[in-house]
């Protein structure tokens, strides 16, 4: 199975345009663009009868206390964690494409709708639920995409991958409001095929 995307390369950086935020020279960073990018995947196998899509970034601080702190840095030797940034399924087996644009075209403060998707789909919610909560200005469940938004004081690049998967059933029958990791597990034992491409982001500077 393969994906590909017209909106990045295959381990190279992500444009702003997909992204949450970008870099900000007078207040580190400004809400960006943050449009789904466009992706599109083929070879999969017979009996597919529906996919998912779960974007995800490994590189999340497992601990948040320095993150987006004056005077501290995020030190590249800290653990790290799952960030999810887009669940999405109950892709019919033949929707193969997803335009750029389609599914996210701006940040919406307190989230986007849900569970419903464009074209019949279903969205999960993805990190920014729990990263925003106690906020009052933000804090909302984030269905659908929301894009990269790495601390600006890390001291490393988080690696974004949208991997696709090829599924045995027309339909998972998920909770609304599921999330990345435990959508994954319930369709695991479906998968039939997968793959996957990567991008990487930064909002640090020095490390751009």
Not at 7 to 26: K, M, V
Not at 62 to 90: C, K, M
Not at 106 to 118: F, I, N, W, Y
Request: overall charge negative.
């Amino acid at each position: 199975m393969k994906i590909f995307s017209n909106s990045f390369n295959n381990g190279e950086t992500i444009p702003s345009r997909y992204c949450f935020a970008r870099i900000d020279p007078d207040t580190h960073v400004t809400l960006a663009e943050n449009l789904n990018p466009h992706l599109i995947w083929s070879e999969f196998p017979e009996g597919t009868k529906s996919f998912a899509l779960i974007c995800h970034d490994p590189d999340a601080p497992s601990v948040a206390d320095d993150a987006n702190q004056e005077g501290r840095t995020i030190p590249a030797s800290l653990p790290r964690a799952d960030f999810y940034h887009w669940v999405l399924f109950n892709i019919p087996a033949s929707v193969t494409e997803i335009t750029e644009g389609s599914q996210c075209s701006s940040v919406t403060a307190k989230g986007k709708a849900g569970p419903d998707a464009p074209g019949g789909m279903s969205h999960g919610i993805n990190s920014y639920t729990q990263w925003f909560a106690g906020d009052a200005d933000m804090e909302g469940s984030y269905f659908g995409y929301d894009g990269p938004c790495p601390p600006w004081n890390d001291e490393i690049p988080h690696h974004y991958v949208f991997s696709i998967y090829a599924l045995d059933v027309e339909s998972i029958d998920a909770q609304p409001g599921v999330d990345g990791e435990t959508l994954y597990e319930e369709l695991e034992i479906h998968i039939l095929d997968g793959a996957a491409i990567t991008g990487t982001y930064t909002l640090n500077p020095s490390v751009a």
